[in-house]
T-cell receptor, first 112, second 112 residues
Framework: NAGVTQTPKFQVLKTGQSMTLQCAQD?????MYWYRQDPGMGLRLIYY???????DKGEVPNGYNVSRLNKREFSLRLESAAPSQTSVYFC???????????FGQGTRLTVV | KQEVTQIPAALSVPEGENLVLNCSFT??????LQWFRQDPGKGLTSLLL?????REQTSGRLNASLDKSSGRSTLYIAASQPGDSATYLC???????????FGSGTQLTVLP
């Protein structure tokens, strides 16, 4: 009964380092999303994949790239981390873009 | 652009009280509205999804109502318990990609 699984749960990066956040879902969902959550800013969409083979920018895509590896997996890459990318990152999935969304437990990222 | 507002930002009630959380949205052309719960340091858990054609949706002690014409939804929690303490967020699909737009949440504390 895994649902949406994110790795890692915590990460500290130095400015300029790169890393990839992994997300996998086992619900056979078509749509997957990456959000970031910041105090006072709420949840904001970074990128999404409406279906396997497609990806699109959300509200705050700058500094990020994504890959929809297959139907199950959707990764988020920070090529050159900046302190402004310190945040909690959530992956989510849904059957389609207007169905109930299921979230992972989050990745707490600190960039120093 | 869709905007979602939740008032109050925080609410503290004694155990056993019935309570109402409010959510308002600016664009009434919505597909549905979701209510989520977020515990500190955790991901979001979907509580209820209410379709635009519905007026109410119930799950246990939770009842969500939707009035599209006035741009409002309420989440009613009956007989509140300390375990209900969490942040409650509402969200609607919006934009060309129908990505979720979230309110900033209501932080609920139920006192024993």
């Amino acid at each position: 009964n895994a649902g949406v699984t994110q790795t890692p749960k915590f990460q500290v990066l130095k400015t300029g380092q790169s890393m990839t956040l992994q997300c996998a879902q086992d619900m056979n969902h078509n749509s997957m999303y990456w959000y970031r959550q910041d105090p006072g800013m709420g949840l904001r969409l970074i990128y999404y994949s409406a279906s396997e083979g497609t990806t699109d920018k959300g509200e705050v895509p700058n500094g990020y790239n994504v890959s929809r590896l297959n139907k199950r997996e959707f990764s988020l890459r920070l090529e050159s981390a900046a302190p402004s990318q310190t945040s909690v990152y959530f992956c989510a999935s849904s059957v389609d873009t207007v169905s109930q969304a299921f979230f992972g437990q989050g990745t707490r990222l600190t960039v120093v | 652009k869709q905007e979602v507002t939740q008032i109050p930002a925080a609410l503290s009630v004694p155990e056993g009280e019935n309570l109402v959380l409010n959510c308002s949205f600016t664009d009434s052309a919505i597909y549905n509205l979701q209510w989520f719960r977020q515990d500190p340091g955790k991901g979001l858990t979907s509580l209820l999804l209410i379709q635009s054609s519905q007026r109410e949706q119930t799950s246990g002690r939770l009842n969500a109502s939707l009035d599209k014409s006035s741009g409002r939804s309420t989440l009613y929690i009956a007989a509140s318990q300390p375990g209900d303490s969490a942040t409650y967020l509402c969200a609607v699909p919006s934009g060309s990609a129908r990505q979720l737009t979230f309110g900033s949440g209501t932080q609920l504390t139920v006192l024993p």
